[in-house]
Every structure is written in C-alpha cells, then in structure tokens.
C-alpha cells in the first residue's frame, strides 16, 4: 500500500484543518488506517484510527473532541479533520495502514510521508 498524505499548514490557534491521506496498491477498506504525530524531539504518537468499515473510531485523549477521523472506501483515501487547533498540535503528521486495529506504530505496515502542521498562538 502506497500512502501520500497532504493538507497540512499553518493555521491560527482555534481555526481548522484538514488531512487527507490518499492509498494506492491494494484493497484499501481491508485495513485499519491510523493518524500518527510527531514534533521535534518527540516520540511518533497515535492520534486516531478507523476500523476498515469506517464504523470503528478510536482517538488519543488530548485530541478527542476535537479531531475526527473519517474514511471513503470509495476514493481510497483517510482523512483527519482538526478542529480548534492549538498550539501544542504542531507537528508533523503522518498517515498509516495496519491489519489490524492498533494504537501502536510498531503495528503499522505502511507509512505516508509526514505532512506539517503548525498552530500559531
């Protein structure tokens, strides 16, 4: 599975963005898809993930609320909708796909290319 994630930015504290994650090569809704950050000196952390239905949700404390994952078999593709950023969202995100359902990254097959994200105070 090939994994080419876009949308990042810089955006103002409080305002939005959205993710996209696009996925080619194999039957996309087979796998779990999860959405990973990492800022300078920080380990890689799972923000949310979605089973392949779509109907499974799963996100880190700090972004609940506020983030939300979603899918569309149909284009093949993830996305993570950010809402009321703050500044300690700022970092690069990446898009993953495992077999699975897993918070862990080491469960993860394949990984985007990171896509910056940085919240201004």
């Known amino acids: 599975v090939q994994l080419q994630a876009s949308g990042g930015g810089l955006v103002q504290a409080g305002g939005s963005l959205r993710l996209s994650c696009a996925a080619s090569g194999r039957t996309f809704s087979n796998y779990f898809m999860g959405w990973f950050r990492q800022a300078p000196g920080q380990e890689r952390d799972f923000v949310a993930g979605i089973t392949g239905t779509g109907r499974g949700t799963f996100y880190a404390e700090s972004v609940k609320g506020r983030f939300t994952i979603s899918r569309d078999n149909a284009k093949n593709t993830v996305y993570l909708q950010m809402n009321s950023l703050k500044p300690e969202d700022t970092a690069a995100y990446y898009c993953?796909?495992?077999?699975?359902?897993?918070?862990?990254?080491?469960?993860?097959?394949?990984w985007g290319q990171g896509t910056q994200v940085t919240v201004s105070s």
């Open positions: 993953a796909a495992a077999s699975s359902h897993s918070r862990y990254r080491g469960a993860y097959d394949y």
